[in-house]
């Protein structure tokens, strides 16, 4: 599984393509034979995905009961948008318009990597969402954490 690590502000051209930073670009060493998935996000941004990543998920999905209807919704509405990306000659990707208009993308875009993803926020949605932050973040972790043990012990 790959863990990509950073937070980086990029500008769209004005084709709606994005510069895939050097520094992001490094952890991802075989993404011009393997290929990218951008798909929407739970709230409203947008989710990078290596395929091998997606392929995952995908294999997940389809193991669950699609004879239950909040499956066969949930199934629809998570992939709906789903869609592969590829690099050009320049290391640049194009986003959907569909899914620029799902995240309201228009030029300043945040990448901000999660464990096995990355996710693509507009920026002003971004910086919202971080200005949003718990006011006792420590107690939100033990509420997320505090039953777990460090891996370390």
């Known amino acids: 599984m790959a863990n990509f ?15 895939i930073p050097g520094a992001l670009k490094k952890q991802l060493p075989d993404v011009e034979k393997e290929g990218l998935v ?11 995905y ?3 990543e997606w392929d995952k998920i995908v294999d997940d999905l389809s193991k669950l009961n699609s004879y239950e209807k ?18 050009d000659a320049s290391g640049r990707v194009l986003f959907p ?3 620029m ?8 875009v945040v990448l901000a990597c999660q464990f096995n993803k990355i ?8 910086d919202a969402q971080m200005d949003n932050e718990p006011e006792n973040f420590a107690r939100l972790a033990e509420e997320v954490m505090g039953g777990r043990r460090p891996a370390d012990e």
């Open 101 to 108: 208009e799902y995240a309201g993308i228009k030029t300043d």
């Open 97 to 99: 318009k569909a899914l």
């Open 119 to 126: 996710e693509v926020w507009a920026q002003d949605a971004y």
């Open 50 to 52: 290596t395929r091998k």
């Open 5 to 19: 690590l950073g937070e980086f502000e990029c500008k769209l051209d004005v084709k709606n393509r994005l510069m």
């Open 38 to 48: 951008i798909n929407r996000g739970f709230e409203k941004h947008l989710v990078i």
């Open 70 to 87: 909040k499956t066969r919704e949930f199934i629809r509405y998570f992939t709906r948008g789903a869609s592969e990306l590829t690099l």
